[in-house]
């Protein structure tokens, strides 16, 4: 197989169904998600992630993938680019996009996703970018997500950044 540089050997391509990925802010707060991830084989603090059914625009799949997550819904959606995961073996790239004006549906309907057992986790946004920095938070999705969210809402300039 010839590499996008033109060299030719075994490479590995892993094709995924599209993806999303959603940093949802509740007033200052950041949502997180706590799961066990197999290959990590540990829990890890994430954002909203998951792939789209056939079909399913990138906004969509954030919306879906929010309430089945977090059985939480936002007014207010931005997108904030696409993310490349591992650029030399996955492909598509992760839509990310920053969910605000958050409603809980906890009361109103029970979690769609079954398979998976989520646990809600809310920390303030500038611990949430501060714990990415020294490794509190390790999901590369994740951290990315912060560093673009920093950026969205000019926590960069705080933060040293300029």
């Known amino acids: 197989m010839l590499s996008p540089a033109g060299v030719t050997g075994e490479h590995v391509l892993i ?4 993806s999303c990925a959603v940093i949802v802010d509740d ?3 950041l949502l997180f998600a706590r799961q066990a991830r197999f290959a990590a084989e540990s829990e890890v603090l994430e954002v909203v992630k998951g792939g789209a059914v056939a079909g399913e625009a990138p906004l969509e799949c954030a919306k879906r993938e929010l309430r089945e997550e977090l059985d939480v819904t936002a007014a207010s959606w931005q997108a904030l680019g696409i993310l490349h995961e ?3 073996i996955v492909a598509p790239p992760v839509s990310l996009f920053l969910a605000r004006k958050i409603e809980h549906l906890l009361d109103e309907a029970p979690r769609v996703e079954q398979i998976e057992r989520i646990e809600l986790v809310r920390i303030p946004a500038d611990r949430a970018i501060a714990a990415a920095v020294v490794g509190g938070i390790d999901d590369a999705v994740t951290m990315a997500a912060l560093l673009r969210y920093a950026a969205a809402t000019g926590r960069l300039r705080s933060l040293g950044a300029d």
């Open 15 to 18: 094709v995924t169904p599209a």
């Open 86 to 88: 591992i650029p030399s």
């Open 27 to 29: 007033e200052g707060d």
